[in-house]
């Protein structure tokens, strides 16, 4: 049974960081395509980022040169690390992995950005 674990959500001020981790188990996770999506308050779930098991990346564009997506296949784990946090990057986050016909959500984690 695949699981997706998300962590390091929190409430931080405009401009901060933080770093998401997903734990992932139960499946061969170095050949998934992992990524990470958002949902804020009254919006469709949106992408974030992903990042294939060669470790190429794609980025909205309303993160690129903010957020970092990396992976530790040795750890199972996929991090989502952003800078620059602006007000609407408030949102629960949502790890995701994916093969083909085979996808697998997380439970969440929420990101408020607020002074």
């Known amino acids: 049974q695949v699981q997706l674990v998300e962590s390091g959500g929190g409430l931080v001020q405009p401009g901060g960081s933080l770093r998401l981790s997903c734990a992932a188990s139960?499946?061969?996770?170095?050949?998934?395509?992992m990524g990470w999506y958002r949902q804020a308050p009254g919006k469709q779930r949106e992408l974030v980022a992903t990042?294939?098991?060669?470790?190429?990346?794609n980025y909205a564009d309303s993160v690129k040169g903010r957020f970092t997506i990396s992976r530790d296949n040795a750890k199972n784990t996929v991090y989502l690390r952003m800078n620059s946090l602006k007000p609407e990057d408030t949102a629960v986050y949502y790890c995701?992995?994916?093969?083909?016909?085979?996808?697998?959500w997380g439970q969440g984690t929420q990101v408020t950005v607020s002074s």
């Open positions: 139960g499946s061969i996770f170095s050949i998934y395509r």
């Open positions: 995701n992995e994916h093969l083909g016909p085979y996808d697998y």
């Open positions: 990042i294939f098991s060669g470790g190429s990346t």
